[in-house]
T-cell receptor, first 112, second 112 residues
Framework: LAKTTQPISMDSYEGQEVNITCSHN???????ITWYQQFPSQGPRFIIQ???TKVTNEVASLFIPADRKSSTLSLPRVSLSDTAVYYC?????????????FGGGTRLMVKP | DGGITQSPKYLFRKEGQNVTLSCEQN?????MYWYRQDPGQGLRLIYY???????QKGDIAEGYSVSREKKESFPLTVTSAQKNPTAFYLC???????????FGPGTRLTVT
């Protein structure tokens, strides 16, 4: 399984754009990159998933360079409610047995 | 509404007792998972099941047992052999073809 490395924590202010980078040097050809958000005492919530280049939805953007050894989750104009832990996962999307391991995640603190 | 339910939300047990945590989903998902989360840590996989009557051990299966008799149900038993059972337990599911995981609200187990 591809191991991921993320910063342990990040601070930001309301209205700023936040970029969280995840390293996954051993990503395999069939692996997808998925990001989840978790609030205290709740289950993680899916944010975005991508394979290459750029993916955008109503919540975030995901940037993946050509070598796919890293990815960046971009949250535009964060608010206090975006304070949470963000997890990056790498694994084969079409195999339920993969994408199993969550790392420690990145704790984002948004300040007023 | 489709989703995953876990019950109860809070559970208290005496040391030496087995306890079973419930997880039910009506999403028609094939794969189901159990994770454990300790304070300030990421999620660790206990067991997962890709199909009825089949399941595999995750990273920390010792002291736990599961069953998958029905597609919609994946109960987890925390046995007395689990040395540090106090934790937040999360259940998740995905469709057979993969994709993002849907998480339940979690059960916080306290053993004294």
């Amino acid at each position: 399984l591809a191991k991921t490395t993320q910063p342990i924590s990040m601070d930001s202010y309301e209205g700023q754009e936040v970029n969280i980078t995840c390293s996954h040097n051993n990503i395999a050809t069939n692996d997808y990159i998925t990001w989840y958000q978790q609030f205290p005492s709740q289950g993680p919530r899916f944010i975005i998933q991508g394979y290459k280049t750029k993916v955008t939805n109503e919540v975030a953007s995901l940037f993946i360079p050509a070598d796919r050894k890293s990815s960046t989750l971009s949250l535009p104009r964060v608010s206090l409610s975006d304070t949470a832990v963000y997890y990056c996962l790498v694994g084969t999307g079409n195999n339920a047995g993969n994408m199993l391991t969550f790392g420690g995640g990145t704790r984002l603190m948004v300040k007023p | 509404d489709g989703g995953i339910t876990q019950s109860p939300k809070y559970l208290f047990r005496k040391e030496g007792q087995n306890v079973t945590l419930s997880c039910e989903q009506n999403l028609n998902h094939d794969a189901m998972y159990w994770y454990r989360q300790d304070p300030g840590q990421g999620l660790r996989l206990i067991y997962y099941s890709q199909i009825v009557n089949d399941f595999q051990k995750g990273d920390i299966a010792e002291g736990y047992s599961v069953s998958r008799e029905k597609k919609e149900s994946f109960p987890l038993t925390v046995t007395s052999a689990q040395k540090n059972p106090t934790a937040f337990y999360l259940c998740a599911s995905t469709p057979r073809q993969g994709g993002s995981k849907y998480f339940g609200p979690g059960t916080r187990l306290t053993v004294t």
